[in-house]
């Protein structure tokens, strides 16, 4: 059965480092499209970044370029997001999710599997 699972989340100063895993198991990255997405206290769930079925194409919400990146490790079927230069605006509950399609999209619906999420929270 497919089904994302996050880790990674945590405490972390602002200006900090934090490397979010998602690991899918019943599937093969190759087959399908992988987004990180967020949601902030009291506010609505928005996309971060993507990466393409080839993994090949990447994308990136305007609030995170530069500080974010989105990889794949096909032998541990793992996407990762490394986040660099956190800000308190970025604590929020991260999830992954796994699209059958594939194009890469920051838009929700767009995706069929979604985890549990992990908690990031930028603090000092």
């Not at 974010?68 to 079927?77: E, G, L, P």
């Not at 890469?104 to 999420?117: E, K, M, N, V």
């Amino acid at each position: 059965q497919l089904q994302p699972a996050e880790s990674g989340g945590g405490l972390v100063q602002p200006g900090g480092s934090l490397r979010l895993s998602c690991e899918v198991s019943g599937f093969t990255l190759d087959r399908g499209t992988v987004g990180w997405f967020h949601r902030a206290p009291g506010k609505e769930r928005e996309g971060v970044s993507c990466i393409s079925s080839s993994g090949s194409y990447t994308t990136y919400a305007d609030s995170v370029k530069g500080r974010f990146t989105i990889s794949r490790d096909d032998a541990k079927n793992t996407v990762v997001l490394q986040m660099i230069s956190l800000a308190p605006e970025d604590t929020a509950v991260y999830y992954c999710a796994v699209g059958l399609g594939y194009s890469c999209s920051l838009y929700g619906g767009a995706y069929d599997y979604w985890g549990q999420g992990t908690q990031v929270t930028v603090s000092s």
